[in-house]
């Protein structure tokens, strides 16, 4: 089970402190890494002793990875704010959307790096696929989506699915790299939703509930048309 210190209510000191103990680690991450030696030096920092470093971030190095994230995801929301997206295609809203994500993360690049390798380890995998999905709604959101049905899940799910190597690539690789990667792969993705739009995929499913009621219920009879009369 994932679990994140803001399941429960915070109140203004710890909304604060959380926010001074990341400035913090984002200083020392690029020498300590990310884990619980950051997060002890971070809280240190701030005077805070084990005791409040335990009430504070309950999970650690993972509750420190969610408020860097969502710190990213509230800096790209913040850069959108004057891109209006019914002007842009979805295409063009999702490009936009990934990219300033990106360069919100670029602002703190070496922290993003540790934070981005602490998050691929086995043991912190969930943590790292949910806080995309948390970021991809976030953009979905910001694009103007409304789904409420399976379509919902299905585009966070898609674009989550970008995010997570777009990310990497960003840390790694540079912009240029990122940008081509992820103009590639929403150019597949139109690519299959418009394959997609032309097949009836309930057909086969169809067919078989058919077959499976003629086995159960018989052929259906067909009513003869009347005589024509001489």
């Known amino acids: 089970m994932i679990q994140i210190a803001d399941t429960v209510p915070k109140t203004d000191w710890a909304s604060r402190m959380e926010q001074v103990v990341l400035d913090a680690a984002i200083e020392r991450a690029p020498a300590l890494g990310w884990n619980s030696r950051l997060v002890r030096a971070a809280c240190e920092a701030n005077g805070l002793s084990l005791g409040d470093e335990e009430l504070l971030l309950p999970n650690g190095a993972r509750d420190l990875a969610v408020l860097l994230s969502r710190r990213h995801d509230a800096k790209a929301l913040k850069a959108l704010e004057a891109t209006p997206p019914e002007t842009m295609k979805i295409r063009e809203r999702i490009a936009a ?10 602002e703190d690049l070496e922290a993003a790096k540790r934070c981005a390798g602490f998050l691929a380890l086995p043991t912190n995998m969930d943590l790292g696929f949910k806080l995309a999905w948390e970021s991809a709604d976030d953009l979905w959101r910001w694009a103007g989506d409304t789904a409420t049905d399976q379509n919902h899940y299905s585009k966070r799910a898609i ?8 990310l990497t690539m960003r840390w790694f690789d540079g912009r240029e790299a990122a940008e081509a990667f992820v103009a590639r792969r929403i150019e597949n993705v139109m690519a299959f939703e418009k394959w997609k739009a032309g097949k009836d995929f309930d057909a086969p499913i169809k067919a078989v509930t058919d077959a499976l009621g003629r086995l159960r219920y018989g052929a259906k009879e067909e009513t003869p048309s009347a005589e024509k009369s001489d």
Do not use: H
């Open 97 to 106: 959307a990934v990219s300033a994500r990106m360069e919100a993360g670029a």
């Open 159 to 166: 674009l989550g699915g970008i995010l997570i190597p777009a």
